[in-house]
């Protein structure tokens, strides 16, 4: 049996714990597949020299913590990406190709040779 003192304690923590729950991303486990599959579509239709700039981006580690490590990608805490910083990476390419709603916290785009 719970001691009375402990109830309150007890009905503070579920409550935080559910508070937790709903307020942190819905789609936090989603994103990263979403993201790193834009990620890769937009990748192949650059050409293959700046393919190869990219070689980190690879489907084997787009899970979102290989995600996070591909070069030029910024993530939050939560890893999901916030940002693509590509400064003196020489691709060639637009960005016509990116599937931008699969980047919903996307908030930076740096793009200089």
């Known amino acids: 049996m ?4 402990c109830k ?3 009905a503070a923590t579920l409550l935080l714990l559910i508070t937790l ?3 942190s991303s819905p789609t936090m486990a989603v994103v990263p597949s979403k993201a790193a599959s834009a990620l890769l579509e937009w990748k192949s ?5 700046s393919q190869a700039l ?3 981006w690879n489907s084997s580690s787009s899970d979102s913590a290989g995600l996070c490590s591909w070069k030029g990608i910024v993530c939050d805490a939560w890893q999901s990406v ?3 910083n590509l400064i003196h990476v020489p691709i060639n390419g637009t960005l016509r ?3 931008f709603s699969s980047l919903p916290n996307l908030t930076m785009v740096v793009l200089v040779n």
Do not use: D, E, H
């Not at 719970?2 to 003192?5: E, L, V, Y």
């Not at 239709?45 to 020299?49: A, D, K």
């Open 21 to 23: 729950q709903l307020y």
């Open 2 to 5: 719970i001691a009375a003192s």
């Open 82 to 84: 916030t940002g693509l």
């Open 97 to 99: 190709g990116l599937n």
């Open 8 to 10: 309150p304690f007890m």
């Open 45 to 49: 239709q650059l050409p293959s020299q």
């Open 54 to 56: 990219l070689s980190s």
